[in-house]
Every structure is written in C-alpha cells, then in structure tokens.
C-alpha cells in the first residue's frame, strides 16, 4: 500500500462533509495537475530525442552524408532541406511543430515520410504489446492469487517456477520457444507478423509469450505476497474469529485491498513491455517498431530513429499517467491524503 494510503487521515466531521460535497472538484484538479505533468515530460522527452542527434560524435551533416563525399550543392541542398544553418533552437522548434501536426521528417534510406512508415508498423507492434499485457494480467494475477490464497505444495512451486522465468533473458526465452512449439512440434510459424486478423493473432503467440513470459513471474509473485499479507492482517483475522465465510471475507477483505498495489505495479510491468517488444521482435522477425528502430540504428536514419523513440516514450509516459490516475480512481483517499495531510 502506497505512503500516501498508509499516512492518509481518516476523513471525519466536517472533513467528512467536505470530501462529500466536493469530490469531483478534487479529482478533476488531480486529474489536471497529472496531465500538466504528462505535458511536461512530453516536453523533455522530445528535448532528449531531438537532442540525441547533437550529443552524438561529430556532426549531424556526417550522418546525414553517411560520411561520403559530396559536391558543395549537394551540401548545400541538404543543409537547406534539414535547416542545418538555422540555430540548434530555431531547428528543434521547427521540428516540434511539425511533431504536434504528424510530421516527422523524411526518412533518410527511404526518401519517405517518416509518420508513414512508422505507422504501417505501429499495428504489429500494438498487437503484440496488447496480447503480452493481457497474458500477464490473467496468468500472473490469476497464479498469483492461488499461491497467495492456498498455501502449500502448489504455493512453493508455483514461486520456484516464478523465481526461474524470472531470471531467463527474453530473448532466451523466445529462442526456447522457437525450437519447441516452432520447429520440434510445429504448431505455431517461425517468423513473421502473418497477414490481417486471426492470423496475425496466430502469428503472434510464441512473441507474446515470450515478451511476457518475465513479466508473468513478477507479477504472480507480487500478487502472492499481498494476498499473504492481507491474509495475516488484523482486520481480515477478526473477520474470521467473528463467524464470517472464508468466501466473504477474502472477497470483501483481503482482494479489495491486495488489488492496489498489485495492479499499480502490473500496470507498470505491461508499460515496460513496449521496451520489451524491441527484442522481441527482432528475434521473431516481425517487422514491427522495434525491428525497425533496429535497423534505421544500424544504418543511421536519424528521422526515422527520433520518430520511434519518441512514440516509444511518449506512450510509456501516457501509460503510467493513465495507471496514475486509475490508482486514484480505485482508492480516492489517495488525493485526499494528499491534499488534506
């Protein structure tokens, strides 16, 4: 249970009253304060993006030459068309009004509009991150809270199996997958995202699996541990002295209250998967972002490279504002513990 929880005065009186007459007021002024923060990040994130460029060994010109050797109108073309006389400044203003309207540039090795090759991969890569979030959430809270609510033999090695997924490399874990379900039983394709629908769902098993595959393992255990806790409290313990159903008391109880930390920290395990999928998709192939941020790396193709990065952090940070918020909404004491301590 978070700081704020714990230390939150317990509203009484005229504190009572005030919490009732104007909750709305307080959510919606929690809601702002979180979406000006998410601005501000936002902001800072396309600052190191747009400045990873500039930081790099030599100049923006070389990588944008590839280091060859060009005629001076050749130069001077290139200079015009990235704005490399204007000012550091004026160039990143320039660049995030384009962003704010779509425009990410033109890509380098595709002659291309940055936003049209990103966004003809941005569907593999979104379907991949949903189907691991979703197999995370159900195995790991659902192994979890059976771990945490029978303890015994299936608690210990549902924790030790736990414990060794945890410590598996992902990609490890995707090349395993590969040689059995792939290659050895041949149940699932090798490589490849497949074509539209159902079949890009089938395509998508083992690299779902295998970017959430550590994530399960955190979860679970994180689940265990707060039924656990919730089980040994005081108020769960009375409950039960008093006569009340083991069901009803692990209901009303120990679930309502396990359920916040636990899904705080999921939430922020299912936005770490977006890391994740860049391995992933490597390894199977898939020719989703990650794949491709790969590559325009290796070849230097900056546009492409800060567009992605910068999708790639802006949704991370949209999600945990988002989880924010929800946390919130689940527990209001949150923001008035805060405003009231």
Known sequence: MSDAIMSAPVPSGQAQAK???????????????????LVATLFIASLVVFGALYAAPGSPLTYLTHGRTMSPEAVAE????Y????????????WLGDVVH???????????PVSTLVGGRASVTTLLVLMAAAIVLVLGLAIGTMAGLRPGWFSRSAMAAATGVMAVPTFVGAVVLIVVFAVQLEWFPVFGAGGSGLDAVYHMVLPSLALA?????????????AV??????????????????????????????????????AGLTVAGLIAGSVVVEQVFQLG?????????????????????????????????TLIDIAYTLLDPRVSIGKKDS
């Not at 209250?257 to 636990?262: E, G």
Request: charged letters at 20%.
């Open 83 to 94: 704005h490399l006389d204007d000012s550091i400044w004026q160039q990143y203003l320039r």
């Open 213 to 225: 595959l550590a994530s399960v393992a955190f979860v679970a255990r994180l689940a265990q541990t």
């Open 19 to 37: 919490v009732k007459r104007r909750p709305g007021g307080a959510m919606a002024r929690f809601v702002a304060v979180r979406v000006a923060g």
């Open 78 to 81: 290139i200079k015009a068309e």
């Open 228 to 265: 656990r806790a919730e089980l040994s409290a005081d108020h769960v313990q009375t409950a039960i002295s008093r006569g009340l159903p083991r069901r009803t008391v692990v209901r009303r109880h120990v679930m309502r209250n396990a359920a916040m930390p636990v899904l705080t920290v």
């Open 102 to 112: 779509g425009d990410f540039g033109t890509s380098i090795i595709y002659n291309q």
């Open 288 to 320: 989703g972002l990650g794949q491709f941020l790969v590559s325009s790396v290796q070849q230097k193709d900056f546009p492409v490279v800060q567009a992605i990065c910068l999708v790639y952090v802006a949704a991370f940070i949209v999600l945990n």
